[in-house]
């Protein structure tokens, strides 16, 4: 089995790289086979480690232990079930309560972390360094990274203000919080390479050890 | 908004909360149970939170009442039009990717806005537009959107549900499949603006190599670069955002993105009080952030 | 009923869940343990509707005929033979781990290995210092590559007079500096959105998520 | 020349890189790594950690982002194992439930750890930032059995994890926004300690939390792999692979070095 799996995973490898000739049936047939396997290995995970534990365990305890209260577990499990709403299309617009109800959660629940970890922290890491400044505590390469580090923060802010046009001071502090973008991203995309390229380095390893077994 | 009828659901949905939150109680008695009912670290984020919903809210009644908000022009929405032109020219059909986003995101809703915006135009001139969608939710959404659209410009026969359809949620079976119909469809312009992961590079590539004119747009910082590398034209982050308001037009979004600038303006504000008052030795700026207890 | 209802539901699970944050309570902290159990249990529901959308959209292509609809064959004997291995045991079943292994690994795997030479390609093609903006974006990448890759290091140490490590140092300093800046920049901007979105949504001004119609 | 220099077909370029990952693995060249500081953050504060303590760890990635995340989950999960922590596994995406299971169970094997005394892999749950949340409640209400379905509490390394008390640190191994989830709503929330292991893709949007210390640390990619290998003394495919690395980087700047050269000199002519 463990030698068939070896073979069956190295056709599939080469059809999908026989894309990087151009579009044809092999890479087509992998796609296609994929998308299949991806769908049926996330209905199983769904079902198995999502919709069973979460709402039919507790619906057949409320059914079994006939306790009227537990039945309010129902509620939700009945709006969960609105879902199949979009089989009948008259009645499609139900499955607007459970979205609902998922959105207004994401939404109330975000507003005060993201106030609290991506604002408040965010600034207060960016004072922080000053109150270092103060009591003597940096070096000099360390109050110009400091120094730098707030430049960078209020052009970039500036950058995305849009209610005022980009001309004159604002104009300028904007282009150099563009200059320190593009070096943002100038960096993401040497990371991405080294990302990327690992990706490719370990399908070889496995075509060249597990399969041809040259190393 | 609320009509009357919906008073009783209103009680009961309280008194379901209620019961079931005494059974967590039950079930789940911590040790030390803090029984205040306000977090008092919290005191100002609560009021931020406060300030800032009023911000966002005033901003948008008053762009709603006629209030005129000014919106910075924003490079590379020029391009919406000269895609569009170049396309129906060329006879070539537009490629409209949303993302991998749904329909909780910014990106995703903003995308859909200026998706809506483009599907008057093509309306207009019939230009094929295709959307091949990844999440089933912004699918139905979206074709309901275009399909207002081509209502509004009184095309209603132009408009082809077929042309918006569900492609797969696997993410790189997505990617392969609208790749695989770059190549075979050779859209004249393609629009990729949403949230991206890592197919952004694989799509903007394989557009680029099919002479497609790239207008792209995401608020996923880490695929910006890709973007680019490789398109005509990149939106990047909230310029997203604005761009969706900037060309509908539409009250809510430049009312929100005004009061967004004035978070901003705070923001700015603080960070340059904090760091003059840290420097003579005042701490109380840097206090108001500090993590909560 | 159609909009009113999805609207007023938004509004009390979104506000609850807002609130309650601020309040240490027993009775609040209940309440936020029962809202989360609620979307735990609503959530995996959703799958309903990708699987009816992918069925229904491969349907027609096969009714239809469009190109390569003999493809979707291959989608529903994929999608049937995971089903039929794992649903009946779940997932700890031998042959529906052995069909991920080295069916469905090795071709996600592969695929994404795809972009190692697309930006490669793309480097070459579309990587140009056109403008001051992408001659730095150009420069930082070069440094942060090279600071990456052992042989950087290797080749400073032994070709230079002047410092240890100096690539890798470089692109540490990068990371921590105009980097961090600008990310936070791009961190405080977005988080704003992000907050004005929600408070969109939860009072119903926002209501692109019910599509369109009455 | 020049034109035919500035559109050769890609697949030249594939060919080029498809030669620069394989004659480097087929000779096994290896170079020295340099560890730095984000990466010996997380590895010094799972060293400094009491014997058995607890860890989380996140398995939050999918077949496409296998190759940088697991040799790190394999590095990390050693030392672990070497140093009595014991490891919580769980994953919020359901592809990542059949990879953290397979990486868990072939290195304890190898440790000769002991499942659900060691260490415990409770599988994956739909929910995303409401499994986070949860989880802050009590873990059983999340998960109330582990990946194989022995219930909690008949696990007796869970017997005194109820919830984030226990759990000196969140290790996310990500390849998506997960560790922002993480941040937001565990950290914040629960001050919870949360350290990540990212692709490369990643990492720079991360660094303003390692200043902030919001993040303990982070590991970039392969790299990250690597430099763990390297702390723990255990050099594995990772240091192999950024051997393997460097060849294609050193390819990828001499591409970009010639491509602008080029485009230079064809602006130059045309005006």
């Known amino acids: ?215 | 908004m609320i009509s009357k009828k919906m008073i009783p659901l209103f009680v009961l949905l309280v008194v379901v909360f209620g019961y079931s939150c005494n059974l967590a109680f039950a079930q789940e008695a911590p040790a030390e149970v803090d029984t205040r009912l306000f977090h008092t670290g919290k005191i100002w984020i609560f009021v931020s939170v406060i300030l800032f919903s009023y911000a966002i809210i005033h901003s948008i009644y008053h762009a709603r009442s006629g209030g005129n908000i000014f919106i910075r022009r924003i490079a590379g929405l020029e391009a919406v039009d000269e895609a569009i032109g170049r396309s129906t020219e060329m006879g070539r059909p537009i490629l409209y990717i949303l993302g991998l986003g749904t329909v909780g995101d910014v990106a995703t809703i903003a995308s859909m806005n200026i998706l809506s915006q483009v599907a008057r135009k093509t309306a207009d001139y019939e230009t094929p537009l295709r959307v091949p969608c990844n999440d089933p939710i912004v699918l139905n959404v979206v074709r309901e959107m275009v399909k207002a659209a081509y209502l509004d410009e009184g095309r209603p026969d132009a408009y082809s549900e077929d042309d918006i359809f569900f492609v797969t949620e696997s993410q790189f079976a997505y990617a392969a499949a609208v790749d695989g119909m770059m190549v075979r469809e050779k859209p004249a312009a393609v629009f990729l603006q949403g949230t991206f992961y890592a197919e952004s590079l694989i799509l903007a590539e394989t557009g680029n190599s099919v002479g497609a004119i790239q207008i792209a747009g995401s608020d996923s910082d880490s695929q910006l670069p890709f973007f680019i590398t490789a398109c005509d034209y990149t939106l990047i982050g909230e310029e997203l955002y604005a761009a969706s308001a900037y060309l509908s037009r539409e009250p809510m979004l430049l009312g929100s993105l005004k009061g967004q600038d004035y978070g901003k303006f705070i923001l700015f504000a603080g960070i340059v009080l904090g760091v003059t008052l840290e420097l003579v030795g005042i701490t109380w700026v840097t206090t108001f952030f500090q993590e909560v207890k | 009923m159609r909009r009113q209802v999805p609207l007023i539901l938004c509004f009390l699970f979104g506000i609850v869940m807002m609130l309650v944050e601020f309040s240490p309570h027993p009775i609040s902290e209940g309440l936020r343990a029962e809202v989360i159990k609620w979307d735990l249990i609503i959530g995996p529901f959703a799958l309903v509707i990708g699987v009816i959308t992918l069925v229904h959209t491969h349907v027609i292509r096969v009714k239809r005929r469009v190109e390569h609809w003999q493809y979707s064959y291959l989608v529903f004997f994929g999608m049937i033979v995971m089903v039929a291995f794992g649903l009946p045991t779940g997932p700890k079943n031998e042959v529906f781990e052995w069909l991920f292994d080295n069916v469905q690994v090795p071709m996600e795997a592969t695929m994404f290995s795809l972009l190692a030479f697309f930006i490669a390609s793309a480097s070459y093609r579309a990587f140009r210092a056109r403008t001051l903006e992408a001659t730095l974006l150009l420069v930082a990448a070069l440094i942060v590559m090279i600071g990456n890759a052992p042989i950087g290091d290797v080749l400073w140490n032994e070709l230079s007079p002047v410092g240890d490590n100096i690539p890798s140092t470089a692109r540490q300093w990068i990371l921590d500096n105009p980097n961090l800046s600008s990310r936070r920049g791009i961190i405080l901007g977005v988080s704003l959105g992000v907050i004005s979105q929600s408070i969109r949504i939860i009072f119903g001004i926002e209501r692109s998520y019910l599509g369109g119609g009455d | 020349m020049l034109e035919k220099l500035m559109s050769i077909d890609r697949r030249i370029v594939f060919v080029l890189v498809a030669v620069a990952v394989i004659i480097p693995t087929l000779l096994k060249v290896s170079f020295p790594i340099t560890v730095s500081q984000p990466t010996r953050s997380v590895y010094d504060f799972i060293d400094e950690l009491p014997k058995d303590s607890t860890i989380l760890m996140a398995f939050n990635y999918g077949p496409s982002s296998l190759a940088e995340l697991e040799p790190m989950a394999a590095a990390v999960l050693r030392h672990c194992f070497r140093k009595n922590v014991r490891v919580i596994g769980m994953t919020l995406f359901n592809v990542g439930a059949r990879l953290g299971d397979r990486v868990m169970s072939e290195t304890a094997a190898e440790m000769g750890a002991v499942d659900g005394e060691d260490y415990v892999f409770l599988g994956f749950r739909p929910g995303g930032i409401s499994v986070i949340l949860g989880m802050g409640t009590a873990i059983d209400s999340v998960f109330d059995a582990d990946y194989r379905g022995k219930p909690l509490s008949e696990i007796p390394m869970m017997q005194d994890v109820r919830n984030y008390d226990r759990i000196a640190l969140v290790l996310d191994l990500a390849s998506s926004a997960t560790p922002e989830a993480w941040i937001v709503y565990a950290n914040t929330k629960y001050k919870q300690q949360v350290a990540a292991g990212v692709t490369g893709v990643m990492v720079s949007e991360l660094y303003p939390y390692i200043q902030s210390r919001q993040l303990v640390g982070l590991m970039p990619g392969l790299l990250g792999a690597a430099e763990y290998e390297t702390l723990i003394d255990t050099p594995e495919k990772a240091t192999a692979g950024m051997s393997v690395q460097s060849f294609v980087h050193l390819l990828i700047f001499v591409l970009v070095v010639v491509g602008n050269v080029a485009f230079f000199i064809q602006r130059r002519r045309t005006q």
């Open chain 1, 1 to 215: 089995m463990e030698v068939l799996g070896i073979w069956v995973a190295a056709f599939f490898t080469l059809c999908i790289y026989s894309f990087l000739y151009r579009d044809n049936p092999f890479y087509r047939f992998a796609e296609h086979l994929f998308v299949g396997l991806s769908v049926g290995y996330g209905i199983v995970f769904s079902i198995h480690q999502g919709l069973i534990p979460f709402a039919w365990d507790p619906f057949w305890e409320a059914i079994t232990k006939r306790e009227f209260m537990g039945l309010l577990k129902l509620i939700p499990i009945f709006i969960g079930l609105l879902f199949f709403a979009r089989v009948v299309p008259k009645y499609s617009w139900l499955i607007r309560y459970p979205i609902a109800i998922l959105i207004g959660i994401g939404a109330g629940r975000a507003i005060p972390n993201v106030m609290d970890a991506r604002i408040f922290r965010q600034v207060y890491g960016t004072l922080t360094p000053f109150g270092q400044i103060h009591a003597g505590a940096l070096g000099f390469f360390e109050i110009f990274g400091a120094i730098l580090m707030l430049v960078g923060v209020i052009c970039t802010l500036t950058y995305f203000f849009f209610s005022i046009e980009h001309r004159g001071a604002v104009g300028g502090i904007s282009k150099v919080g563009i200059i320190f973008l593009m070096v943002g991203f100038g960096s993401a995309f040497g990371n991405t390479v080294m990302g990327r390229v690992s990706l490719l380095i370990q399908r070889v390893d496995f075509l060249l050890s597990d399969w041809l077994r040259l190393i």
